[in-house]
Protein backbone atom coordinates (compact mmCIF):
# COMPACT_ATOMS: atom_id res chain seq x y z
CA UNK A 1 0.00 0.00 0.00
CA UNK A 2 2.87 2.08 0.45
CA UNK A 3 3.87 1.74 -3.19
CA UNK A 4 0.33 2.73 -4.59
CA UNK A 5 0.06 5.48 -2.33
CA UNK A 6 3.81 7.00 -3.48
CA UNK A 7 2.45 5.94 -6.64
CA UNK A 8 -0.69 8.55 -6.51
CA UNK A 9 1.70 11.53 -4.71
CA UNK A 10 4.28 11.22 -7.61
CA UNK A 11 1.12 11.22 -10.05
CA UNK A 12 -0.16 14.07 -8.49
CA UNK A 13 2.95 16.36 -8.90
CA UNK A 14 3.62 14.95 -12.84
CA UNK A 15 -0.04 15.61 -13.27
CA UNK A 16 0.24 19.19 -11.91
CA UNK A 17 1.96 22.33 -14.17
CA UNK A 18 3.75 23.38 -10.90
CA UNK A 19 5.75 19.87 -10.33
CA UNK A 20 6.93 20.40 -14.29
CA UNK A 21 7.52 24.03 -13.46
CA UNK A 22 10.04 22.95 -10.20
CA UNK A 23 11.71 20.58 -12.33
CA UNK A 24 12.20 22.84 -15.24
CA UNK A 25 13.63 25.54 -13.38
CA UNK A 26 15.42 23.20 -10.55
CA UNK A 27 17.50 21.23 -13.87
CA UNK A 28 17.33 25.26 -15.70
CA UNK A 29 19.41 26.51 -11.95
CA UNK A 30 21.66 23.01 -11.76
CA UNK A 31 22.75 23.59 -15.90
CA UNK A 32 23.58 27.23 -15.34
CA UNK A 33 26.07 26.81 -12.79
CA UNK A 34 27.19 23.42 -14.72
CA UNK A 35 28.49 25.62 -17.48
CA UNK A 36 29.43 28.33 -15.24
CA UNK A 37 31.83 25.88 -13.24
CA UNK A 38 33.18 24.47 -16.50
CA UNK A 39 34.14 28.15 -17.66
CA UNK A 40 35.37 29.01 -14.17
CA UNK A 41 37.27 25.61 -14.39
CA UNK A 42 39.05 26.27 -17.74
CA UNK A 43 39.92 30.21 -16.98
CA UNK A 44 41.30 29.68 -13.78
CA UNK A 45 43.13 26.31 -14.66
CA UNK A 46 44.74 28.11 -17.63
CA UNK A 47 46.41 30.64 -15.20
CA UNK A 48 49.95 30.57 -14.01
CA UNK A 49 49.72 27.60 -11.77
CA UNK A 50 51.70 25.29 -9.96
CA UNK A 51 50.93 21.24 -10.68
CA UNK A 52 50.57 20.44 -7.32
CA UNK A 53 47.78 24.04 -6.71
CA UNK A 54 45.68 22.28 -9.97
CA UNK A 55 42.08 20.85 -8.58
CA UNK A 56 40.37 18.33 -10.54
CA UNK A 57 37.41 19.46 -13.03
CA UNK A 58 35.02 17.21 -11.21
CA UNK A 59 35.83 19.10 -7.76
CA UNK A 60 35.78 21.85 -9.16
CA UNK A 61 32.57 21.94 -11.11
CA UNK A 62 30.98 19.30 -8.53
CA UNK A 63 31.39 22.09 -5.61
CA UNK A 64 29.81 24.78 -8.08
CA UNK A 65 26.29 22.54 -9.32
CA UNK A 66 26.02 20.17 -5.33
CA UNK A 67 26.67 22.98 -3.67
CA UNK A 68 24.35 25.15 -5.10
CA UNK A 69 21.98 22.35 -5.08
CA UNK A 70 21.62 22.43 -0.95
CA UNK A 71 20.86 25.68 -1.63
CA UNK A 72 17.88 25.87 -3.85
CA UNK A 73 16.40 22.41 -2.57
CA UNK A 74 15.69 24.56 0.40
CA UNK A 75 12.98 26.18 -1.54
CA UNK A 76 11.90 23.69 -3.60
CA UNK A 77 10.98 20.89 -0.60
CA UNK A 78 8.89 23.61 1.53
CA UNK A 79 7.18 24.39 -2.06
CA UNK A 80 6.56 20.27 -3.10
CA UNK A 81 5.75 19.35 0.65
CA UNK A 82 3.30 21.96 1.97
CA UNK A 83 0.29 20.33 0.59
CA UNK A 84 0.80 16.86 0.97
CA UNK A 85 -1.46 16.86 4.28
CA UNK A 86 -2.65 19.84 4.52
CA UNK A 87 -4.37 20.45 1.42
CA UNK A 88 -5.85 16.80 2.46
CA UNK A 89 -6.87 18.68 5.93
CA UNK A 90 -8.19 22.29 4.16
CA UNK A 91 -10.34 19.99 1.48
CA UNK A 92 -11.86 17.63 4.61
CA UNK A 93 -10.64 14.93 2.90
CA UNK A 94 -8.41 13.60 5.56
CA UNK A 95 -10.84 11.97 7.32
CA UNK A 96 -11.77 9.24 4.89
CA UNK A 97 -7.91 9.00 4.37
CA UNK A 98 -7.23 8.41 7.79
CA UNK A 99 -10.74 5.71 7.65
CA UNK A 100 -9.37 3.57 4.83
CA UNK A 101 -8.12 0.38 5.61
CA UNK A 102 -4.69 1.81 5.85
CA UNK A 103 -2.32 1.98 8.68
CA UNK A 104 -0.96 5.84 9.93
CA UNK A 105 2.67 5.15 8.71
CA UNK A 106 1.45 3.28 5.56
CA UNK A 107 -0.18 6.50 5.05
CA UNK A 108 2.63 9.12 6.02
CA UNK A 109 5.30 6.97 4.55
CA UNK A 110 3.36 6.52 0.67
CA UNK A 111 4.01 10.58 1.10
CA UNK A 112 7.08 10.85 2.07
CA UNK A 113 8.29 8.11 -0.51
CA UNK A 114 6.48 9.84 -3.77
CA UNK A 115 8.11 13.26 -2.59
CA UNK A 116 11.36 11.60 -2.45
CA UNK A 117 10.92 10.17 -5.46
CA UNK A 118 10.34 13.22 -7.46
CA UNK A 119 13.19 15.01 -5.52
CA UNK A 120 15.71 11.19 -6.44
CA UNK A 121 14.70 12.07 -10.20
CA UNK A 122 15.97 15.62 -9.89
CA UNK A 123 19.27 14.40 -8.12
CA UNK A 124 19.65 12.18 -10.85
CA UNK A 125 19.23 14.67 -13.81
CA UNK A 126 21.86 16.63 -11.98
CA UNK A 127 23.98 13.55 -11.63
CA UNK A 128 24.14 12.60 -15.39
CA UNK A 129 24.92 16.39 -15.91
CA UNK A 130 28.08 16.60 -14.13
CA UNK A 131 28.84 12.45 -15.35
CA UNK A 132 28.99 14.00 -18.50
CA UNK A 133 32.17 15.79 -18.16
CA UNK A 134 33.95 12.21 -18.76
CA UNK A 135 33.25 12.76 -22.47
CA UNK A 136 36.29 14.52 -22.52
CA UNK A 137 37.93 14.49 -19.13
CA UNK A 138 38.90 11.60 -16.77
CA UNK A 139 36.49 12.62 -13.57
CA UNK A 140 36.29 11.07 -9.83
CA UNK A 141 33.05 8.93 -9.89
CA UNK A 142 33.27 8.63 -6.41
CA UNK A 143 33.32 11.88 -5.27
CA UNK A 144 29.90 12.52 -7.30
CA UNK A 145 28.53 9.54 -5.74
CA UNK A 146 29.49 10.88 -2.42
CA UNK A 147 27.98 13.98 -3.15
CA UNK A 148 24.64 12.46 -4.74
CA UNK A 149 24.17 10.33 -1.47
CA UNK A 150 24.72 13.62 0.98
CA UNK A 151 21.78 15.72 -1.01
CA UNK A 152 19.49 12.33 -1.23
CA UNK A 153 19.96 12.41 2.30
CA UNK A 154 19.73 15.95 2.98
CA UNK A 155 16.64 16.71 0.79
CA UNK A 156 15.26 13.14 1.83
CA UNK A 157 15.32 14.84 5.93
CA UNK A 158 14.00 17.94 4.11
CA UNK A 159 10.68 16.18 2.94
CA UNK A 160 10.37 14.61 6.68
CA UNK A 161 10.38 17.82 8.02
CA UNK A 162 7.77 18.96 5.43
CA UNK A 163 5.40 15.96 5.92
CA UNK A 164 5.14 16.87 9.69
CA UNK A 165 4.53 20.71 9.20
CA UNK A 166 1.96 19.81 6.58
CA UNK A 167 0.39 17.58 9.05
CA UNK A 168 -0.27 20.09 11.80
CA UNK A 169 -1.79 23.01 9.60
CA UNK A 170 -4.81 22.84 7.44
CA UNK A 171 -3.17 25.78 5.19
CA UNK A 172 -0.54 24.85 2.64
CA UNK A 173 1.17 28.06 2.95
CA UNK A 174 1.46 28.79 6.17
CA UNK A 175 2.93 25.19 6.12
CA UNK A 176 5.48 25.97 3.44
CA UNK A 177 6.44 29.39 5.33
CA UNK A 178 6.96 27.16 8.39
CA UNK A 179 9.09 24.35 6.73
CA UNK A 180 11.28 27.17 4.76
CA UNK A 181 12.16 29.08 8.29
CA UNK A 182 13.03 25.79 10.08
CA UNK A 183 15.16 24.31 7.50
CA UNK A 184 17.22 27.21 7.21
CA UNK A 185 17.39 27.80 10.81
CA UNK A 186 18.78 24.09 10.80
CA UNK A 187 20.94 24.55 8.14
CA UNK A 188 22.79 27.66 9.72
CA UNK A 189 22.78 26.60 12.94
CA UNK A 190 26.63 25.62 12.60
CA UNK A 191 27.29 29.31 12.05
CA UNK A 192 25.77 30.64 15.02
CA UNK A 193 27.71 28.13 17.05
CA UNK A 194 31.02 27.83 15.17
CA UNK A 195 33.25 29.37 17.89
CA UNK A 196 31.86 26.26 20.04
CA UNK A 197 32.02 23.29 17.72
CA UNK A 198 31.82 20.53 20.43
CA UNK A 199 28.43 22.37 20.97
CA UNK A 200 24.84 20.28 20.52
CA UNK A 201 23.08 23.03 19.01
CA UNK A 202 26.18 23.44 16.68
CA UNK A 203 26.09 19.42 15.97
CA UNK A 204 22.23 19.56 15.28
CA UNK A 205 22.88 21.72 12.13
CA UNK A 206 22.12 19.62 8.98
CA UNK A 207 24.57 21.42 6.66
CA UNK A 208 27.42 19.97 9.19
CA UNK A 209 26.43 16.88 8.46
CA UNK A 210 26.24 17.53 4.61
CA UNK A 211 29.81 18.76 4.02
CA UNK A 212 31.52 15.81 4.43
CA UNK A 213 29.50 14.22 2.08
CA UNK A 214 30.33 17.32 -0.13
CA UNK A 215 34.07 16.84 0.31
CA UNK A 216 34.02 12.93 -0.98
CA UNK A 217 33.60 11.47 2.74
CA UNK A 218 31.45 9.28 3.46
CA UNK A 219 31.21 8.75 7.16
CA UNK A 220 29.33 6.72 9.67
CA UNK A 221 27.51 9.43 12.34
CA UNK A 222 27.03 11.22 9.70
CA UNK A 223 24.54 8.77 7.99
CA UNK A 224 23.05 8.41 11.50
CA UNK A 225 22.13 11.84 11.92
CA UNK A 226 20.36 11.83 8.72
CA UNK A 227 18.22 8.75 9.45
CA UNK A 228 17.39 9.49 12.77
CA UNK A 229 15.99 13.05 11.72
CA UNK A 230 14.05 11.48 8.91
CA UNK A 231 12.74 8.76 11.58
CA UNK A 232 12.02 11.09 14.31
CA UNK A 233 10.17 13.36 12.15
CA UNK A 234 7.86 10.93 10.11
CA UNK A 235 7.06 9.72 13.64
CA UNK A 236 5.99 12.71 14.53
CA UNK A 237 3.94 12.70 11.98
CA UNK A 238 2.45 9.48 12.28
CA UNK A 239 1.50 10.46 16.04
CA UNK A 240 0.03 14.07 14.94
CA UNK A 241 -2.48 11.58 12.59
CA UNK A 242 -3.11 9.40 15.09
CA UNK A 243 -4.09 12.24 17.80
CA UNK A 244 -6.10 13.94 15.21
CA UNK A 245 -7.58 10.52 14.49
CA UNK A 246 -8.68 10.11 18.21
CA UNK A 247 -10.06 13.58 18.79
CA UNK A 248 -12.58 12.87 15.69
Same mark, same amino acid.
Given at each position: ?? *? ?12 ? !? ?9 ? %? ?8 ? *? ?18 ? =? ?11 ? #? ?23 ? #???? &? !? ?9 ? %? ?31 ? %? ?13 ? &? ?7 ? =? ?7 ? *? ?8 ? *? ?7 ? !? ?21 ? =? ?28
Amino acid at each position: MI *INIARKELKSLFSS !PMGWVVLALLQ %FVFATFFVIG *IDQYFQTMSGAMRPEERQGV =TEFVGYSVFGIAS #FIMLFAVPLLSMRLISEERRQQTLT #FLVS &A !PLTLTEIVLGK %FFGLVTFLTITILLMAAMVSSLNLWADIDFGFI %FSNVIGLWLLVASFS &ALGVYVSST =TQQPVVAGI *ITFVALFALL *ILDHFFAGD !PSSTMAYLSLMRHFEPFSRGVLD =TKDFLYFLLFITTFLTLTVRRLDADRLRG
